[in-house]
């Protein structure tokens, strides 16, 4: 190394140039506090305090952790025969079960046929490895 490779600058990694992106910086920051959220959550496959049919009551949402972990379930799931669910968010709703909100997706065939509403609360510990009942899960095991 010279004496003038000291005074070169390095150049910027997409890593650098991301995290001075304000919006990504955003986002991070939302992340982390819904990390911190789900500290206080469960860590169990279903909610001990969750009342009537696991994951189509909001009084018994299936438990993930973080948005994105519910998006990940959702991706694992299947209909009985194996075929991959089409999903989309419809809202939030509140829950005895849980202090945090919990959000409400409505669950498709690829055909178009609707097949549930499903409740997901994102805010616990890990995301659950239990299925509705109609449903099956695939590849579960890779996302905790």
């Not at 911190?36 to 299936?62: H, K, R, W, Y």
């Not at 299947?78 to 809202?91: A, L, N, S």
């Not at 509140?94 to 945090?100: I, K, M, Q, T, Y």
């Given at each position: 190394?010279?004496?003038?490779d000291i ?9 650098d140039a ?7 910086q955003?986002q ?6 819904m990390?911190l ?5 469960v860590?169990?496959?279903?909610l001990?305090?969750?009342?009537g ?11 993930c952790k973080t948005?994105f972990?519910?998006t990940a379930?959702l991706?694992?799931?299947?209909t ?6 089409v999903?989309e ?9 849980s ?8 669950i498709?065939?690829?055909n178009g046929e609707k097949?549930?509403t499903?409740f ?6 890990r ?12 590849n579960?095991e890779?996302?905790?």
């Amino acid at each position: 190394m010279g004496l003038f490779d000291i005074f070169r600058k390095k150049p910027k990694t997409a890593w650098d140039a991301l995290n001075e992106d304000p919006v990504f910086q955003q986002q991070k920051e939302l992340f982390e506090a819904m990390s911190l959220m789900c500290e206080d959550g469960v860590d169990a496959d279903e909610l001990p305090n969750g009342q009537g049919e696991f994951g189509v009551t909001p009084s018994n949402p299936i438990p993930c952790k973080t948005i994105f972990g519910s998006t990940a379930y959702l991706g694992c799931l299947r209909t009985p025969d194996g075929t991959k669910i089409v999903y989309e968010r419809v809202g939030s709703f509140g829950s005895d079960a849980s202090p945090h909100p919990v959000d409400a997706y409505e669950i498709s065939h690829p055909n178009g046929e609707k097949l549930a509403t499903l409740f997901i609360s994102p805010y616990q510990k890990r995301i659950s490895g239990k299925a509705p009942r109609g449903f099956k899960l695939a590849n579960i095991e890779l996302l905790n």
